[in-house]
Each structure stands twice: as C-alpha cells, then as structure tokens.
C-alpha cells in the first residue's frame, strides 16, 4: 500500500501573537517541555497530518515518541504514526553545526522503532527527517549513510537479534535563491548516488522549499519567484525522471514569508498550485478562531492533492530569473543602510521557543556591514512593527526598473500583486517612517517604493480599521522610543503582533 502523503504539517516556529488554544496558562511562550503535548493536540484537534520535530539551532525532546506512546496509546492504536499520522525531525546539519545532536536524533529514531515494537505496532513511527540548508547531493545521501552505520552499530552492540530498520528517506530543505533554483539538478545527481550505494532508486521524494530565508536575505520580490519557480520545475524533473516529487513549502502567515495563513487559503492555492504539503505555522493555528483554524486545514487537505501545477514556459522562467536578480540586488543595497536602525527594535522582539543560536541559509551569524540580522520571524515582525511591512523594501523600485516584457510576465506569474500590496498598504504607518527618514535619509528609498506601488496599484497608504489604526499609533509611540527601555518596545510589539495575527 503506497504511504500517505502528509497535506498539512503542524511546525514549531514561534511566529505566534497569541497563547495556544491548548494553553490554559495564557502565556504566547511555548516551552520546548509542552511541545509533546502540542504536536498530540494538532494531531487530534486539528487534524493536522503531520508534525515538524525541530532538532536544527533548538532544544529537542528525544523522547518525543515514549512519551507520546505512554500518555496517548488509546489514541495511536486508532491513529497509527508512520502510517495516518506523521512526526518529522528536522535535524541539525552537521555542516553547519556540531553533529552530537544528530548523533542524538538518529538514536531517537532507532529506540522509538525499539519501543513502537514492543508495544504491537506494526509500523516504524519514524522513518523519515529533514536536512535544513542542503546545498549538494552528497549531503543528502551522507545522512542516510550515517544512520545505516548506526542502526548496524545498535543491532549488532546494544540489541543483538533484533535488527533495526537501516534506511531512512531523507527530504533536502532548500532555503536560498540558488539551490532552489536548482533542486532538480541535485535531485538527479542524489539519484545516481542513492542508486549507487543502495542498488535501487527511492520510490519518490519529498523536497521542501523555504519562504522565509530567501526573503530575509534577497528580499520578497526574489523569494515569492524563487518559491513558484522552484515548484514549477520539480514537476518538470518529476516528468522526466518518472519519479513521484511532493514538494513541501515552508511558509507563515505574514505575505513576507509566503503569507499562508487561515483568511488567504484560495490565494495560497492559485499563487502555490502543485505543491503538496505546506507548514501551518504557529500563527496560522493559534491567532484565529480554532473554528477557523479546523476549517482552513480541512480545506487545505482537500485542495492541494488535486491542484494542477503550476508551470512556465523556458522564457518565462529566463525572464523570471533575471527579475529576482534584479530586484534582490536593490533590496540587499537598502537593507544594508537600515538594519543598524532596526537593532533596538530586534533586540526587544519577544520570545516564543526554546532555542538556541540561529541556524539557516544566514549562517549562525549572519552581518551586514558588521551588524548582526535575526532570524526572519523577528526582522519580519520588526519591520512591521515601525510601520514599515518588509515586503515594500525594494519591491516598488525593482518593479519600475523592469521591461514591459518583464512586468508582464511577472503581473502573469503573481496575480495578487495589487490584491497583496492592498492588505500591506494598510499597515504602512507614514509618520513612522517620516521620522525614521529624518534621522536616516536611506529610509527615503522605502519610501520611493511605497509611492510607486501607491501609484502603480492606486493604493491607498495607512490604516482603514480601528485595529490598522491601533497598529500605526504603536508604530509611531514605539519609533519615537528606540532608546527608551527595551521592555517598554516589547508591550508594543506584542500588542502590534495580536492586532495583525502574527508575530512575525
């Protein structure tokens, strides 16, 4: 019987405004010792089909399936993991950061098969993980390696005469610009490799796609290309290859970071058609109503298995590709003049995880000019935090640089261009940014790109509810108190963060 193929995939990423709907202490804080219980409850509440166990830059449970097993085994006799139900790792990549905590998540693997066995089930409940910043296709096959070198030191050391599983399917994350661009050129040289050292090629492969990497470092115009390019063409190398490919996308509520969130299902489905399995990040199911959370999953677990793929013509995607190098190269040269502003604002950005020093495309510690960039989720919610939604930065001069060819075949490619810029617009808070522009004149380019969207889409600028207008207002408070105490910059923050329903 083929495997199911997860739709929807509950992941810890700590964008959420507000405190969890199985949180009776009404904290937004998610410690790293409540995430068993919260992976259990997207499974049975929201029926999410699958669950991110996150092992990169961040402190992991290893006995996540005892503990699961002991507390819910009524539960998981009816809803089998590794057949209904999915926990994937993520795991640290070793080339990036020390390898005890791989060492650590593939022995997780082994004793969860151990006790998964002892308790009658007949399937493994791990058997699948993530290699975060793959870049080649020796790493990928090097993962699966290790762990075959570890299940055969385990069966033959600690369990003689039980041998455990030795093979582990493996689904490379690719977060830049580059390699997602060319997954299926390390996709085919992963095959020839897998073939080699196993004998057989993989039945099919799960590929996943970053949106929030690529916008932080080349900016949203690069990114949202990036993302359709990179669907487009993994069903184009599946084609060829005659090999199943379910791509993944990892994506949050704000359009930033792809914008996939509980009030935009039908947008996400005509911008992302093709892909199979998307994150449902901690915004999407704790900053909505949990009726609408359930009701944005299941329509997601019926759209996407059937959605057509999206596709471009060889010179639409030449054209595409000279776009997001155009418009990553102005983004990157404004970003550099405006971060050193923005270090109180990320210095006071809240907490939602334990976690430790970040791991990414960035780097652990990735500098512009000498000054250290966080994590997506906090420039994210920073930016918007002083009235300024990320997404503009380069968006309005880039756009205007383009051909006519080239804007029609990006109006073509991203048809809730205006539709997006409309919901951003309301969150531009123009006093902000004026006095952000009159201590630092670089903000006077972001301000270019919001008149040439306002222009080009005939948007109007500033908020249109009270909740938009509550957002402006703490924009202005908070950029008139940089200096002030950071704790007074993170009440704002958090109130900014519930009235849009993210964090970041």
């Not at 006790?115 to 493994?124: A, E, I, K, T, V």
């Not at 096959?141 to 455990?164: D, H, Y």
């Not at 057509?308 to 970003?335: D, G, N, R, V, W």
């Not at 810029?421 to 006095?435: G, I, M, T």
Request: aromatic share 12%.
């Amino acid at each position: 019987m083929a495997r199911k193929i997860p739709v929807t995939m509950g992941t810890q990423h700590p964008d959420n405004a507000n405190a969890a709907f199985w949180d009776n202490t009404n904290s937004p804080f998610i410690s790293a010792y409540s995430e068993t219980y919260e992976a259990f409850q997207n499974f049975s509440t929201l029926n999410v089909d699958e669950y991110m166990w996150d092992w990169e830059g961040k402190h992991a449970d290893a006995a996540v399936i005892d503990r699961l097993f002991s507390s819910e085994y009524d539960y998981f006799k009816d809803h089998a993991l590794g057949r209904d139900e999915f926990i994937t790792f993520r795991f640290p990549n070793i080339w990036e950061e020390t390898g005890y905590n791989l060492m650590q998540a593939m022995t997780a693997f082994l004793s969860a098969e151990d006790f998964g066995h002892d308790l009658g089930f007949q399937q493994r409940p791990l058997f699948e993980a993530i290699l975060p910043m793959a870049e080649r296709a020796d790493q990928i096959i090097e993962m699966q390696r290790l762990f075959e070198r570890l299940a055969s030191f385990k069966t033959n050391v600690f369990t003689e005469g039980r041998k455990n599983s030795s093979y582990i399917k493996m689904i490379p994350l690719f977060e830049g610009f580059e390699t997602q661009l060319h997954a299926p050129e390390i996709l085919r040289e992963y095959l020839t490799l897998h073939e080699k050292h196993f004998g057989v090629r993989p039945e099919y492969m799960r590929v996943f796609l970053a949106g929030s990497d690529s916008a932080l470092s080349s900016g949203f115009m690069s990114s949202i290309i990036g993302n359709k390019l990179a669907i487009a063409r993994l069903h184009e190398f599946s084609e060829q290859e005659r090999l199943p490919i379910y791509p993944i996308v990892g994506m949050g509520s704000a359009i930033f970071r792809g914008g996939l969130s509980p009030k935009r299902i039908p947008r996400f489905i005509e911008e992302f058609s093709g892909v199979r399995t998307v994150t449902v990040q901690s915004a999407f199911r704790y900053d909505y109503p949990l009726v609408t959370v359930k009701r944005a999953i299941a329509d997601l677990n019926e759209a996407l298995p059937t959605a057509q793929p999206i596709s471009f013509t060889a010179a639409a995607q030449a054209i595409l590709i000279t776009i997001a190098e155009k418009s990553a190269k102005i983004y990157k040269q404004t970003l550099d003049e405006l971060v050193l502003d923005m270090q109180p604002v990320f210095k006071a950005f809240p907490k939602r995880r334990d976690r430790r020093q970040h791991v990414g495309v960035l780097g652990y510690s990735r500098e512009v000019d000498g000054i250290s960039l966080p994590r997506a989720i906090t420039f994210t919610g920073a930016f918007y935090s002083v009235g300024v939604p990320p997404e503009f930065i380069g968006f309005g001069r880039a756009l205007k640089a383009l051909s006519a060819d080239e804007l029609a075949v990006l109006v073509q490619s991203y048809p809730n261009m205006a539709k997006d810029f409309s919901e951003l617009s309301a969150y531009v808070s123009q006093s902000a940014l004026r006095k952000l522009a009159q201590s630092n004149a670089a903000w006077q380019a972001v301000i270019e790109d919001i008149e040439i969207l306002t222009d080009v889409f005939n948007l109007p600028i500033g908020p249109v509810t009270d909740e938009q207008r509550q957002h402006a207002e703490l924009a202005d408070h908070l950029v008139d108190d940089l200096s002030g105490a950071p704790v007074a910059l993170t009440a704002m923050i958090e109130r900014q963060a519930q009235l849009r329903h993210f964090l970041g």
